[in-house]
């Protein structure tokens, strides 16, 4: 049976007065993700982890930021295009593993429906999906606040003739 494992990374500039969607959730926050999409930093990880596994390239190839098709665009859209293209190819999503950099907001509070959420836009079970968060203990721009940073790790198998 083939496997094969991806891994992501994303960053996103914090800024005043924008919404933070991390994991497919609206967070309360003062700060927002500056970028084309919703800027959900964590989906664009796990969307790189994907695509990285099976060599597919990555996420500004399928989806550009030049794009106007995807200015302001809910990434769970971009990750439920991502997992039919891997299941297109004949691949199913075993477990993903996500790890979340922030200093602030706290996180904690929203990991259990981070997972319901990307759970439901793979197709795959909650138990299936692992969400952390972490601080950078106050270093770097994380620790400034300045931003947020994802990492995403995925495991795929290919599916045999019986979709198995």
């Known amino acids: 049976?083939?496997?094969?494992?991806?891994?992501?990374?994303?960053?996103?500039?914090?800024a005043e007065g924008l919404p933070l969607v991390l994991g497919g959730v609206k967070i309360p926050?003062?700060?927002g993700c500056v970028a084309h999409s919703d800027g959900?930093?964590?989906?664009?990880?796990?969307?790189?982890?994907?695509?990285?596994?099976l060599s597919l390239g990555d996420i500004g190839h399928h989806f550009p930021d030049t794009s106007d098709e995807f200015a302001g665009i809910d990434s769970r859209l971009l990750l439920a295009r991502v997992a039919a293209l891997i299941r297109g190819a004949g691949w199913e999503i075993v477990n993903v593993d996500n790890t979340l950099l922030a200093q602030k907001p706290k996180i904690a509070p929203y990991i259990g429906l981070m997972r319901e959420r990307l759970a439901e836009t793979l197709g795959?079970?909650?138990?299936?999906?692992?969400?952390?968060?972490?601080?950078?203990?106050?270093?770097?721009?994380v620790g400034r606040e300045e931003g947020v940073a994802?990492?995403?790790?995925?495991?795929?198998?290919?599916?045999?003739?019986q979709g198995v």
């Open 1 to 14: 049976m083939d496997f094969r494992v991806g891994n992501g990374y994303d960053v996103h500039q914090l």
């Open 40 to 53: 959900d930093v964590l989906i664009h990880a796990l969307c790189d982890a994907l695509l990285g596994a």
């Open 29 to 31: 926050h003062s700060k």
């Open 150 to 161: 994802a990492y995403a790790t995925c495991l795929l198998r290919r599916m045999d003739s």
């Open 124 to 141: 795959i079970p909650v138990d299936a999906v692992s969400v952390k968060a972490t601080t950078t203990e106050r270093l770097g721009f």
